[in-house]
């Protein structure tokens, strides 16, 4: 474990912020930096800096330099020697995934969860606190005050996770919390002397399923809950859209045959009158319900029969967004995955029933639930710090 240097801290923030000049010295020697520690995180092999001078087609003196930046900001270590092929054996680097954390709050009606992860995408604390009567954004820098109480000079970057409408570091409308244009990130940054990010949760989702993503594929995630939302990531990166909205597909209206019933929103027809957990499995679904309990809701003839109705709505909306966006993969995630193989292949049936022309099959998946929650804000977190350097792939 390495000791807390506040020093070093404030210099690797110093080094990774973007100057918005890319093609400046400084945004140069940004950019090596991260094609760097990337190459030292991300490859299987050992990395030596004959290999991120060979990699990078940098001299041998440059990658020597990056290496030594790297070293004095903590980021990568010298561990041991790595086979040599001939000549002197080499110095392997490794991440050294420990030296600085990353903060994640998962802020809900009536629950915080809060979270530090180390740089591999290790969970190493994490914490609950329940919250009678309403959500204050006050209780909501407490629990992240008392979290990293001590830890101050290794906290490199936090990211806030609520439901609702996010942009710019701002919870711009969230019903569910009842705030609206709260300025949360600029709060908790002067708070805790890092940079801060706030995603919503179908986004936080979407990114944790692009977690291990180093290609630049493009995937659907939807996300079926008490709401129905969706986000598409290329690669680990989110598409937000012009006023943080993209991917609101909840309240479209599909539905138009006389059985379509009256939504929350006053509207009737909407894909989440059909297709949000609520509508299928009754009012006794909440988002709170473990998978166990929302399996057993789904065992029921009559659920069944709403889920078959919910998967021809859901179909529907699945067939125009993947022809206006061409995904590699379309991911079914929130509390889907307690549905089971029934949901998932009566959807895939209904979405190859009927083609359309021009368009490509896409495959269809439900979200993977052995991935730990807070990898997709550990990875939002640490985009405006490291960019996506990082791979973050470790299991919770
Ligand atoms: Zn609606």
Same mark, same amino acid.
């Given at each position: 474990?390495? %000791?807390?240097?506040?020093?070093?801290?404030?210099?690797?923030?110093?080094?990774?912020?973007r100057?918005?000049?890319?093609?400046?010295?400084?945004?140069?020697?940004?950019?090596?930096?991260?094609?760097?520690?990337?190459l030292?995180?991300?490859?299987?092999?050992?990395?030596?800096?004959?290999?991120?001078?060979?990699?990078?087609?940098?001299?041998?003196?440059?990658?020597?330099?990056?290496?030594?930046?790297?070293?004095?900001?903590?980021?990568?270590?010298?561990?041991?020697?790595?086979?040599?092929?001939?000549?002197?054996?080499?110095?392997?680097?490794?991440?050294?995934?420990?030296?600085?954390?990353? =903060?994640?709050?998962?802020?809900r009606?009536?629950?915080?969860?809060?979270?530090?992860v180390?740089?591999?995408?290790?969970?190493?604390?994490s914490?609950?606190?329940?919250? %009678?009567?309403g959500?204050? =954004?006050?209780?909501?820098v407490?629990?992240?005050?008392e979290?990293?109480?001590?830890?101050?000079?290794?906290?490199?970057? &936090?990211?806030v996770?609520?439901?609702? =409408?996010?942009?710019?570091?701002?919870?711009?409308?969230?019903?569910?919390?009842?705030?609206?244009?709260?300025?949360?990130a600029?709060?908790?940054?002067?708070?805790?002397?890092a940079?801060?990010?706030?995603v919503?949760?179908?986004?936080?989702?979407?990114?944790?399923?692009?977690?291990?993503?180093?290609?630049?594929?493009?995937?659907?995630?939807?996300?079926?809950?008490?709401?129905?939302?969706?986000?598409?990531?290329?690669?680990?990166?989110l +598409? %937000?859209?012009?006023?943080?909205?993209?991917?609101?597909?909840?309240?479209?209206r599909?539905?138009?045959?006389?059985a379509?019933?009256?939504?929350?929103?006053?509207?009737?027809?909407?894909?989440?009158s059909?297709?949000? +957990?609520?509508? +299928?499995?009754?009012?006794?679904?909440?988002d709170?319900?473990?998978?166990?309990?929302?399996?057993?809701?789904?065992? %029921?003839?009559?659920a069944r029969?709403?889920?078959?109705?919910?998967?021809? &709505?859901?179909?529907?909306?699945?067939?125009?967004?993947?022809?206006?966006?061409?995904?590699?993969?379309?991911?079914?995630a929130? &509390?889907?995955?307690?549905?089971?193989?029934?949901?998932?292949?009566?959807?895939?049936?209904?979405y190859?029933?009927?083609?359309?022309?021009?368009?490509?099959?896409v495959?269809?998946?439900?979200?993977?639930?052995?991935?730990?929650?807070?990898l997709g804000?550990?990875k939002?977190?640490?985009?405006?710090?490291?960019?996506?350097a990082?791979p973050?792939?470790?299991?919770?």
């Amino acid at each position: 474990m390495s %000791t807390a240097d506040p020093q070093r801290k404030s210099d690797l923030l110093r080094r990774f912020a973007r100057s918005g000049q890319s093609e400046s010295q400084t945004g140069i020697r940004r950019e090596h930096l991260l094609r760097a520690l990337g190459l030292i995180a991300r490859e299987p092999a050992p990395v030596t800096r004959a290999v991120i001078a060979r990699r990078t087609g940098l001299t041998s003196a440059t990658a020597s330099s990056l290496v030594a930046e790297l070293i004095a900001l903590g980021l990568v270590v010298e561990t041991g020697r790595a086979e040599s092929t001939g000549g002197k054996r080499a110095t392997r680097l490794e991440l050294e995934s420990d030296a600085y954390l990353i =903060v994640v709050a998962v802020v809900r009606t009536r629950a915080i969860d809060t979270a530090l992860v180390d740089l591999a995408g290790r969970t190493v604390e994490s914490r609950r606190l329940d919250v %009678t009567g309403g959500m204050e =954004v006050s209780t909501v820098v407490d629990a992240i005050r008392e979290l990293t109480d001590g830890l101050e000079s290794r906290v490199l970057a &936090a990211c806030v996770q609520v439901p609702g =409408v996010t942009a710019a570091g701002v919870v711009v409308d969230s019903v569910q919390l009842g705030w609206r244009d709260v300025p949360l990130a600029r709060i908790l940054e002067s708070e805790i002397g890092a940079p801060t990010s706030v995603v919503n949760d179908v986004d936080a989702e979407a990114l944790t399923e692009a977690v291990d993503a180093d290609d630049r594929a493009i995937r659907l995630v939807v996300h079926l809950g008490e709401g129905v939302g969706a986000a598409i990531t290329t690669g680990g990166s989110l +598409m %937000t859209g012009a006023t943080g909205r993209a991917g609101e597909i909840g309240h479209v209206r599909v539905i138009y045959e006389g059985a379509r019933s009256r939504c929350r929103c006053g509207v009737s027809g909407c894909l989440e009158s059909a297709t949000s +957990m609520s509508a +299928m499995l009754g009012d006794t679904y909440t988002d709170e319900l473990d998978e166990h309990d929302t399996t057993l809701l789904a065992s %029921t003839a009559e659920a069944r029969e709403r889920m078959g109705f919910g998967a021809r &709505a859901l179909a529907r909306a699945l067939r125009i967004s993947s022809a206006l966006i061409d995904p590699e993969e379309i991911v079914i995630a929130g &509390a889907a995955p307690a549905l089971g193989p029934h949901f998932l292949g009566t959807l895939r049936d209904e979405y190859e029933m009927y083609p359309a022309k021009g368009t490509t099959q896409v495959a269809i998946r439900y979200g993977r639930p052995e991935l730990s929650r807070y990898l997709g804000p550990a990875k939002f977190a640490l985009a405006p710090v490291l960019g996506d350097a990082l791979p973050l792939t470790q299991a919770r």
